[in-house]
């Protein structure tokens, strides 16, 4: 009735309600268009009942959810092939940009092995086939806002490109792969 009216802070919008200490959710930053916002990503892994497991992806690009879990099995020594696996991104957001993929592993790894990812550390970076983590790109930014929006810990991929201006007061946990990632969280 009152017309359109601003969100003067979509990071703050998009984790309302966002529970604590459950397992299979982590926060990532995204970038939309110049603007970093903070994202929740749910994932649910469970024992499947059927001879061919469901996979449903909402606000997740499909095709890159299904990569993540093929890379989680191979790489991360996680069973999930013979699991249902949802992933969720909260918030109505669609989610395509590489670097929320640590972030939808921690996940999925998270709720496998029902063990939380702590409330306060958010995940960047993009997962190759190998296991390996790739910087994403304005990663300054993107810490910038998860330190204003309260997080204390930030994990990154260990190699990145120039000089990083890393926010006081946030701590940042470098891993080179999933495995490392899992091992530090979980």
Do not use: W
Not at 96 to 115: C, G, N, Q, V, Y
């Amino acid at each position: 009735d009152a017309g359109l009216t601003e969100v003067p802070n979509p990071s703050e919008a998009m984790l309302a309600g966002r529970p604590t200490g459950t397992s299979g959710t982590c926060v990532t930053c995204v970038m939309e268009g110049i603007r970093p916002v903070l994202a929740e990503i749910q994932a649910l892994v469970v024992p499947s009942s059927l001879g061919n497991p469901r996979r449903v992806s909402n606000g997740f690009e499909y095709n890159r959810s299904m990569l993540l879990l093929a890379v989680l099995e191979k790489r991360g020594g996680l069973m999930v092939g013979g699991c249902d696996a949802y992933i969720n991104v909260i918030g109505g957001l669609y989610l395509e940009e590489p670097a929320a993929d640590l972030a939808a592993i921690l996940a999925l790894a998270s709720s496998f092995r029902d063990k939380p990812v702590p409330h306060d550390l958010a995940a960047i970076g993009e997962v190759g086939l190998t296991g390996e983590l790739r910087a994403a790109s304005a990663l300054g930014q993107r810490l910038a806002e998860v330190k204003r929006l309260g997080f204390t810990t930030c994990m990154i991929p260990k190699r990145i490109q120039g000089k990083l201006a890393v926010p006081e007061g946030l701590e940042l946990i470098r891993v080179s792969n999933i495995r490392e990632a899992m091992a530090a969280l979980l």
